[in-house]
T-cell receptor
């Protein structure tokens, strides 16, 4: 079956660094996404990893190890506006015309940034 | 980035009635739209994949006669919750994309409450 695990909640102070881990067991793998979701809003795209290694984009970085079924999202220089839920999502299979975008989501990690 | 809208943002209806939710891609043509359901503090659950001009593909366990999906054009998909019951109360989110990119663009979501 499909299983995507991430911690439920993490708390950190403004200016600090937080690392959100995600482990996955899926029937196939064709990419891992990280999304940010503020309460009552749609998820917004943060990063996409399909090959092993680290992808850096400003204050956010994402790492992938396919052999370990593991990814993390690193948030640096935390700001109050970073308080949100962070969703890890895996695209299990390479797409046919109607399945290219199917994603399996983790339950999300609620990050609370304190002053 | 691409913009996806949903209407309405919130709806309250009585048990037994039907509710239609619209999902529109405002500045691009979406070959595929996805409908998700999200319970509080839970993961997004894919309900169905909708390709323009063809029947939607439903995920296991999702009743296609209860959740009617129509994707009549490259910019509009609708989800109709028929004969709604209180257990259908949830946050419904659509996303849209094209098979030429890996990104999905999410709508802002619709909060459905069935009384």
């Amino acid at each position: 079956g499909q299983n995507i695990d991430q911690p439920t909640e993490m708390t950190a102070t403004e200016g600090a660094i937080v690392q959100i881990n995600c482990t996955y067991q899926t029937s196939g793998f064709n990419g891992l996404f990280w999304y940010q979701q503020h309460a009552g809003e749609a998820p917004t795209f943060l990063s996409y990893n399909v090959l092993d290694g680290l992808e850096e984009k400003g204050r956010f970085s994402s790492f992938l190890s396919r052999s370990k079924g593991y990814s993390y999202l690193l948030l640096k220089e935390l700001q109050m506006k970073d308080s949100a839920s962070y969703l890890c999502a895996v695209r299990p299979i390479r797409g046919t015309t109607d399945s290219w975008g199917k994603l399996q989501f983790g339950a999300g990690t609620q990050v609370v940034v304190t002053p | 980035g691409a913009v996806v809208s949903q209407h309405p943002s919130r709806v309250i209806c009585k048990s037994g009635t039907s509710v239609k939710i619209e999902c529109r891609s405002l500045d691009f043509q979406a070959t595929t739209m996805f409908w998700y359901r999200q319970f509080p503090k839970k993961s997004l659950m894919l309900m169905a994949t909708s390709n323009e001009g063809s029947k939607a593909t439903y995920e296991q366990g999702v009743e296609k006669d209860k959740f009617l999906i129509n994707h009549a054009s490259l910019t509009l998909s609708t989800l109709t919750v028929t004969s709604a019951h209180p257990e259908d109360s949830s946050f419904y989110i659509c996303s849209a994309g094209t098979s030429s990119t890996y990104e999905q663009y999410f709508g802002p979501g619709t909060r459905l409450t069935v009384t």
